[in-house]
């Protein structure tokens, strides 16, 4: 049983019943919003970026939080290697971490991009 070539030539021996049914599971591309009254196609900037999505905030504050924390687990990593006593590896990585969560908060500088 086919239909437009798609399908078995036979149900026999594939365990399916050979009944063709179309794939619900394709994500199809979002496109622009259609909103009645209102030509998206006439503004340029709205056509451009009206079917994008921002970023949630909580996302990229928790993608920062946990860079911050793998920076950190890196050092202890290498204090402990370096045989370094427990203080001074959590005062050290305290401060680390404080600096790190400081320069995240203020804006980023136009020239360079924000790294750790």
């Known amino acids: 049983?086919?239909?437009?070539?798609?399908?078995?030539?036979?149900p026999r021996g594939s365990g399916t019943s050979g009944y063709i049914t179309r794939n619900v599971a394709q994500i199809k591309p979002r496109g622009p919003p259609v909103k009645a009254g209102k030509d998206f196609a006439d503004d340029s900037e709205l056509a451009k970026d009206a079917?994008?999505?921002?970023?949630?905030?909580?996302?990229?504050?928790?993608?920062?939080?946990?860079?911050?924390?793998?920076?950190?687990?890196e050092l202890r990593d290498?204090?402990?290697?370096?045989g370094a006593d427990e203080e001074e590896i959590e005062k050290r990585v305290e401060y680390l971490r404080?600096?790190?969560?400081?320069?995240?908060?203020?804006?980023?500088?136009?020239?360079?991009p924000q790294r750790f």
């Open 1 to 10: 049983m086919s239909y437009n070539n798609i399908g078995l030539s036979t």
């Open 51 to 73: 079917w994008r999505k921002e970023p949630a905030k909580e996302i990229a504050e928790h993608d920062l939080k946990r860079q911050v924390e793998v920076k950190c687990m």
């Open 78 to 82: 290498q204090l402990e290697d370096e």
């Open 98 to 112: 404080e600096s790190l969560i400081k320069r995240s908060s203020r804006p980023p500088q136009r020239s360079q």
